[in-house]
């Protein structure tokens, strides 16, 4: 397929429209049995179940239904495309035919199995979002049994319109004769073309995904030898097998971070699994129901229902939602890299400009013990001194009477005023906190400002505050023996609380010729420090207003790229065009890139160096540094082996790129290198509608993109 | 014949230290700035020759925005091109921030040729023609109106662009501790301020957004803008009260003395001039008083020479010694008042390029003008100089090398020095072509 340029540029594009919708449609419940969205995964899936071509039909047609019966129940177009509902009415088909091979019409079990799974599918997605927990294929299991329990009660010559009549709790198909018989039972099949065809399904969908089924599928075998050494392999063992793979992917990728802890978890929670299709197995036999993939679910919601009863998110720490494991461990590695690990509330520097650090954690003067993580700021002249003059008057003093601010957001929770100043060099050691704030950021985080001027303090118990309210006016009050700000976090409300650690996020660091920007960072005593002082010159230029369309074009007029900016539901913005999508986040001090899913022959590649964060800060110059994740860089093929890689040696995932900032007029420029990647950005300062360059170089090859707003670049051409 | 009596001269030795009115302070050689020596520089570029300082320039900005910033959540610099606007210069204050404040035309033209952004140009000036406006409007300049007829033909420009831009208007003031300036602008106790304000908000043609007020030239006294900022705070409240337009920017203009000592000052520049943050806290405490808990607007400055004076030299030669009839020493060098029109306000501080050895005694700089008024300095403690050697004249940066004038020579090469000691001409000595480039001969000659 081609898709045309803007500018008469044939590129070679994705499957659009009506063909792409259609394959989404059909392929992608094929791709949701191995947890994937990826429609290569969904392919390799359905050509297992094609090894016994019958099914294919079957289940094709399922499938299709499925997706009718959802749409005309009104449950979304985007849960027809997912193709979760089309998954489980894929799952119950396979499972009557295995289990129930004699059945009786065709037509009525696809029919009957379709619409009960998808019924039953919405049902179950609604009851367990509420515990925020996930349904997984429970809704296939109940949909089976249901059929199943029904079934008996129907005529044995019920018909042609009887849909199933016997079971076999467990039928040939999954008896055991190669390993491969255990991938394959996933679908309910046996063979090793099946067996293969599905491994190679996950090996598509994720290396650590295939990683964890081996895990599963060891852990289960480990244990049969263990506790049923003497008996015969059966089917039991495999359906024990196939839940321990299900079990260990689910937990160890999908909501755990792939780490060597998650890995851990996922071989317990596998031989758990092992443990409840054992246990299952008597008791459903009793009532003639077979075990399916009921272990699976009930390990994983045990697993997260417990998990939620741990004091701290680490070892293994909770993932947030991604496509595959790859995407998790990148965007979890990135995270902790480029926001730090205290990035849960990323407190602004309590002050304008550019204030000094006298005093910082563990000092030699006040800093100590239960107050070690304490800092004292104060203010500099241009020849470094805390004061002019003869430094006898307070107001000689720099700091003295400059606005004090709220670190975050929060309510001011305590304020202690009508403490007088002490004169220069006198110390107050009765009322040790002076004139004081405290602000509460929420349940046991407290902020305290302290040693303010008396009767500086603008706000009173009960103010709501935002970050960069003024409290009130740095003073010398207290056990101050000149004017200085202290400021701590602690988790009591009372002054004097001991105290904890923090960062500050966006401290622009005035050392050295250039200063450096650290995103998440403490101010180490002895430095100049200072908050972003925002551009909005800057901040306009770089502004992805939602709704804008972007053009990316490569100068020596190989390749245009159409992007549109989409905004989702938790304010990211996307960056979107047909080969790809890049997301950032812009907030008052800059923008941030957050993740990256571009395919190589895509323009959008090369914004993730150039724009990976872009702090709208007033200083000439500026350096900071930051670390992406390699993957988003590289190829399809040596993505796969980094990401296997990544899992025992993190630090491989990153790619450490050094930035400059520096301004001429109407312009800014920002430069990146990384080891084998540098780039130059040109950041046009001239209204809404200009456009900006990017000069990447990447082995050895230069390539120079104007980036503008499609509709101004297509008007700028037509005069 | 009998010979005419001549008295004699008597010069008075004396070590360098004090006398009854305190320290004289001993004239310390300039021999190099930011590492450079000034005769590599004088031997490279020929004499005279304008020096400026990067490092200097960078230094001041950075102090007065350091000032700023501690202060303000919202401040702009908008730097003076008539103070001095070669490229280069401009370019270090574009690199630092600061916006281009523009007072006519021509630095309107040349701001916008340079690339700054329309958005960051602010356009001041009594006389604004209709091409100016329309220039300014299509690049959304930020427009202060000056005059009446102005703004009627402000109106009309922006009426035939079919746009209804955002402005401000210039505003005068009588009561403040200095000389009246009320050639520019609306005047404000009069009335004739709101009067504008009033007809901008009505007609709707225009927006009316900030308030730009220039109280004077270099003033020394911080409290003088403490009392403008409170003015022009309560204008803006009165007109947000009265007209509903909501003032955002409060523009209080340039002034601030730079380290130059004018010519009836006792104390010199050095150690008169107020500090920035002296400035800065008279301004925040005016807007504070005048803002009485309102919403703090944003602040702009258009300082000038308090940055740029400081960072410029220019390095001359002496040509020749002479007595004058009162037995004053005079000594010639190769720059005058036509590259150095300062030199009729300020009382330069002057100093050797190298050291100097002898009695120092009053001694006048004259430039190389054949006109009486071709003064550098006029009365100064030096000792004595040889034909050849250099001296530094300092704090020339600001309006020298905007207001020179090609007056029977050409004008200099001028020089920046970086802060790594390296050097570069800025603008290129005029020779005779320049001269003649310009010139035409009529075909009845």
Redesign the interface.
Known sequence: MVVKGTHGVRLPGRVPGVGRAVLEILLRPYAQVVFSRDLAAGALVLAAVACMPKLAGITLAAVAMAAVVTWLLGLGRAAVREGIYGCMALLTTLALLAFAPNGGSLAALVLVGTVTSVLLGASFQTFFARLSLPAYVLPFVSAAWLVHLASRSLSPRGGAFSPVVEWSLLPAALTRHSWLDVPASLLFVHGVAPGVLVLLALLVHSRIGFFLAGVGAVTASALRAWLRPDLAWSALDTMASFNAMLTAMVVGGVWFVPQPSSMALAAGAAGFSVLVTYALMPMLAMLSLPVLSLPFVITVLAVLTAARMRQQDRWPRSAAPADRPEDALARHLSRVRRFGELAWLPFRLP?????YVSQGWDGEHTHKGPWRHGLDFE?R??EGKAH?GEGRDLRDY??YG??VLAAGAGTVALVVDGIEDNRPGEVNTRQNWGNAAVIAHGPWLHTVYAHLQPKSIRVKPGDVVTP?TEIGRCGNSGRSAVPHLHFQVQRGLALGSPTIPFEFGDVVECQG?VPTLGTHMLPRQGTFV?PV?R?D?VAQAAALTPGTKIELRERNGTRVELAKVEMDLLGTRWLSSPHGRVAFETYDNGLVLLDCHAGPDSLLRFLVLAWARLPFD????LRWQDSLSRRWLLPRWSRLLADVLTVVAPVWGGLDVSYSL??????VEVEGHAADWSCRTVL????PH?SHMLFVEHHGKTHEIEIGQADAMASEEAA | MKAKYEPPLIVRHSLAGVNKLGSIPAIRPMSSIDGVRIEELVVAYGSPLFVFSENTLRERVRELRGELGRRFASFDLGWSYKTNYLSAVCRVFHQEGSLAEVVSGMELRKALAAGVAGQQIIFNGPAKTAADLTLAFEKRVQVHIDHLDELALAETVAEGLGIVPEVGIRVSQSDLPVPTWDRFGFHLESGRAIEAARRIVRSGRLGLRSLHGHIGTFIPNPDAYRMAALAMTRFARQIESELGARITTIDLGGGFASHNTLHAQYLPGEEATPSFSEYVEAIASGLEEGLDGAETPRLVLETGRALVDDAGVLVATVLGNKRLADKRRAVIVDAGVNILPTAWWYRHDVRPAQEILGTAEPTVFFGPLCMAIDVVRDRVMFPPLRVGDRVVIRHVGAYNVTQWMQFISERPNVVMVSPKGQHAIIRKAETLETLLLQEQMPAWL
């Open positions: 002050f304008r400009g550019e204030w203010g002249t241009a002019r720099v700091c400059l606005p960069g010729e200072r002082h551009d010159s007033q200083s000439a110059q520096r301004r001429r007029e109407g312009a046009s300062l001239s209204g200009a």
